[in-house]
């Protein structure tokens, strides 16, 4: 998708209904999560293959949602 608002923004319209941000430039919905890879550069595998990178900031938080 091309949307001409800030992730950030787009992150607040949402809220916390079922979306979570892994990294600065990724926003993903949790229902569509296949799997989580973890180490030291941990990603989310979703149901369609994509691979989604983790910060290490977010990945304690990811965590527990998952």
Known sequence: LI???????IEEM????GFVRT?????????EVKR???????????RDGANVPVSRGRKAGLLELL
Do not use: E, P, Y
Not at 3 to 9: A, D, H, M
Not at 23 to 31: A, F, R, T
Not at 37 to 45: E, F, S, V
């Open 23 to 31: 990294h600065h430039s990724h926003l993903v919905n949790l229902q």
């Open 36 to 46: 989580m890879l973890r180490g030291d550069t941990a990603c989310l595998i979703m």
């Open 14 to 17: 949402v809220g916390t209904v």
């Open 3 to 9: 949307v001409s608002k800030t992730l950030k923004v």
